[in-house]
């Protein structure tokens, strides 16, 4: 029988932490973190349950951290959800998504929040589009066993990206508490509109790199990498365009991309406001003008910009893109987090609102388990479509050209 399904693990664990209790005198409370298989999800809970590891009588307290994947498409996450709550209370549940935990994300709300300049001007009469970035230089390393069967959208868009995207989108929450701050995400995923099948062909696009070079290193394809099928059809990189059907965003896209083995390592959210409604400088050699962009550098290198246009000194009116920068380490000279410790931490303290609750969960999924159903149905036959070290296929540049936009390029 597998270790994690044997009663007697959870008999020898109680007994642990019986002895942890009594020489560290931790009280029994206790935190489990599952960043096992997520086959295994189930299991461990409904074990840890049996054994009398998750009831909270007498002040103790039991909470469970639970690890990315949670589910591989709406179905199998709302069993998850249904199998741990017969054993668990809501408040017990910390699913985890490290995202979150980085400073800058965390930022975002106070940014929004905190400062009277911003928030008059974050709609759909100021802000043109929104781009999300999250590009890495990676390939798929010593996980191809894992990656092979989930694939970008389902590594990276249903959780990080769109935890970047409800934190730049949500609605001001009535407080800080962690259930306010969740309901506003969860009103935010109800508002993005479902992608019909035919929404799936012309607003998604996938691609797998080929072999390709970064920073002089050869690289190899992602067919060619350990435990990767020889014909796979796992996407490495996934574009999208999603709309938002309320208030504050009618009209406004957001574009989604994530890729490995693209060239530069960054994440970053840029948001493009509207031009001034007349040219001014008509008769200038200033014939178009650089757009308004604010740069919100999740990593590496931290921090906040704002680019705007400046005339160039000198007797002719000729302008210029310059930029105003916040870097975090210069400025708090802030050490690298990955972002867990604070959400252990937060974990340690009773402090979710920071942790993806069921129904975000859920929502984030039903968003995403359409683009799946399709990609499945027509597996992609263009595969590799970039080559690695490249900004990913073709068909993500066509995506935003068609709206007459173009990717923000970033250096
Ligand atoms: C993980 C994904 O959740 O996030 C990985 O499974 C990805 O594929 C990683 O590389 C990226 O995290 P970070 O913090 O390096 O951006």
Redesign the pocket.
Known sequence: MAYFQDEDTYQRLRDLLGQVDQTCGTQSNYLYYLATAASFFSDIVRQLGTAGLTSQEDGKWRRVIVE?PFGRDLESARTLNQNISQVLAENQIYRID??LG?ETVQNILVFRFGNGIFEHIWNHHYIDHVQIT?A?T?G?EN?GGF?EGVGALR??VQ??MFQLLATIAMEPPVSFEADAVRDEKSKLFKAIQPLSAEAVLSQTVRGQYGAGSIDDRTLPAYRSESRIAADSSTETYAALKLTIDNWRWANVPFYLRTG?RLPK?V?EIAIQFKPVPSLLFRDTPIDSLTPNFLIIRI?PSEGIHLHFGAKIPGPRVIMSGVEMDFCYTNHFGTNRS??YETLLYDCAIGDATLFQRSDNVELGWSVVTPILDVWSALPSRGFPNYAAGTWGPIAADTLLARDGRQWRQIK
């Open positions: 990315k490290h995202y980085k999250v890495e990676v798929v996980r990656y590594d990276m959780n990080h490995k390592r994440t990593q990955t972002g």
